[in-house]
């Protein structure tokens, strides 16, 4: 039987060319535009120089002798913790090499941490500049960080020593909990629960 004209064909294509599809729109808010990620170094020599960015730095590199220093003055400061510290077993000698780096840093970087700073807040200045608060709090919370980890190595080549020898050992370590830094922030409520453990050696 024929069609009637104008009725459609059951047999013709119903789906529109893909050229002719649109997106629906969305009333959501629009997806952030994605951040394309910096490819990283390919090169040997771009990767020595990524690794060695925090030199930099030089209080964050983790390199005993970092450009600017000479490895005769870290050799001869490393001999002088070794004297003074006399470690003999295997343990004693770590703390004795942490000692010796950490104060090698507290001693040699970080007064040039803080020359590199004042320098550069004052070039081409006529009257003489603070650096910027936040810059100079980084080094300072470093230095105190420093300062805490020589403590710690110190204290426990004394213990190791003692009990090596035989000596009763009477440090006692202990757990503070809270931040100084966040005493600081609220003064009024400078509460520390402070647990004693008992010695290493009683």
Not at 30 to 40: D, I, L, T
Not at 140 to 169: A, C, D, F, I, Y
Request: aromatic content about 6%.
């Amino acid at each position: 039987m024929d069609q009637q004209a104008g009725s459609p064909d059951p047999n013709a294509d119903t789906c529109a060319p893909a050229e002719h599809l649109r997106p629906v729109p969305s009333n959501g808010p629009a997806a952030p535009p994605q951040k394309k990620k910096r490819p990283g170094p390919k090169t040997p020599q771009g990767k020595a120089r990524s690794s060695r960015n925090a030199m930099r730095f030089g209080i964050y590199a983790t390199d005993p002798v970092i450009p600017g220093e000479r490895r005769e003055d870290w050799q001869a400061h490393r001999a002088g913790i070794f004297a003074s510290a006399t470690p003999g077993t295997y343990l004693e000698t770590f703390h004795a090499e942490r000692l010796a780096f950490v104060s090698w840093v507290l001693l040699s970087r970080v007064p040039k941490a803080y020359q590199a700073e004042f320098t550069r807040a004052n070039k081409g200045q006529q009257e003489f500049r603070l650096p910027p608060s936040n810059e100079l709090d980084k080094i300072m919370k470093s230095e105190g960080h420093l300062t805490r980890l020589v403590t710690q190595h110190q204290n426990w080549l004394e213990v190791l020593q003692k009990q090596r020898r035989g000596e009763p050992t009477p440090l006692a370590r202990l757990d503070v909990q809270g931040a100084p830094e966040q005493a600081e922030l609220a003064p009024e409520a400078r509460v520390y629960e402070v647990k004693t453990i008992t010695p290493l050696n009683p």
